[in-house]
């Protein structure tokens, strides 16, 4: 049974640059949550995905937008890249069927220049 | 708003010293208090979900407790392999399941 997979694992991008990352949930869950960990922090809330809409947001500006698809996967968009969205971006996913334990991928490694 | 203040920043342990992480929540609502593990360069490992006042869990030479401020991360004669850095979090009534608020960790290191 796979977990969370997200990819790519690290990217580098410019300074205004836009990116995409992109979550699988474990198998069986349908809700998606993002989060950002900055180097020696915890991860902080981006937003929450079910049945294709957004279902709660955390403190972070339009530029963090994200979707969810039909079969429960999700991407993450960041636009006008700034040095401080340097971080590791985590998926995290949860199945009503399998309690409220909620698991999170490995992320994924941004460093913007 | 929800805080979560994790106690000591950094813990160094000599293997099969025991000692505990603390972790002080404030949350008008609780819904439940989650530890995570979290080795360098990866993402959270799930260990545990403490519902109410009182509850206890454990998990190999982890146990985790709860009271109405803080919960405590009891670990009990630890090996090397233990070294991580450890994540208590907070889920509020009123939020969705998938939102927590996380501390800022514990950095763990134990010596053989």
């Known amino acids: 049974d796979a977990g969370v997979t997200q990819s790519p694992t690290h990217l580098i991008k410019t300074r205004g640059q836009q990116v995409t990352l992109r979550c699988s949930p474990k198998s069986g869950h349908d809700t998606v949550s993002w989060y950002q960990q900055a180097l020696g922090q915890g991860p902080q809330f981006i937003f929450q995905y079910y049945e294709e809409e957004e279902r709660q947001r955390g403190n972070f500006p339009d530029r963090f937008s994200g979707h969810q698809f039909p079969n429960y996967s999700s991407e993450l968009n960041v636009n006008a890249l700034l040095l401080g969205d340097s971080a590791l971006y985590l998926c995290a996913s949860r199945g009503a069927s399998g309690g409220n334990t909620i698991y999170f991928g490995e992320g994924s490694w941004l460093t913007v220049v | 708003e929800d805080q979560v203040t994790q106690s000591p920043e950094a813990l160094r342990l000599q293997e099969g010293e025991s000692s505990s992480l603390n972790c002080s929540y404030t949350v008008s609502g609780l819904r439940g208090l989650f530890w995570y593990r979290q080795d360098p360069g990866k993402g959270p490992e799930f260990l545990f979900t403490l519902y109410s006042a009182g509850e206890e869990k454990e998990k190999e030479r982890l146990k985790a407790t709860l009271t109405k401020k803080e919960s405590f991360l009891h670990i009990t004669a630890p090996k090397p392999e233990d070294s991580a850095t450890y994540l208590c979090?907070?889920?509020?009534?009123?939020?969705?399941?998938?939102?927590?608020?996380f501390g800022k960790g514990t950095m763990l290191l134990v010596s053989p």
């Open positions: 979090a907070v889920q509020h009534m009123n939020s969705g399941y998938s939102t927590l608020t």
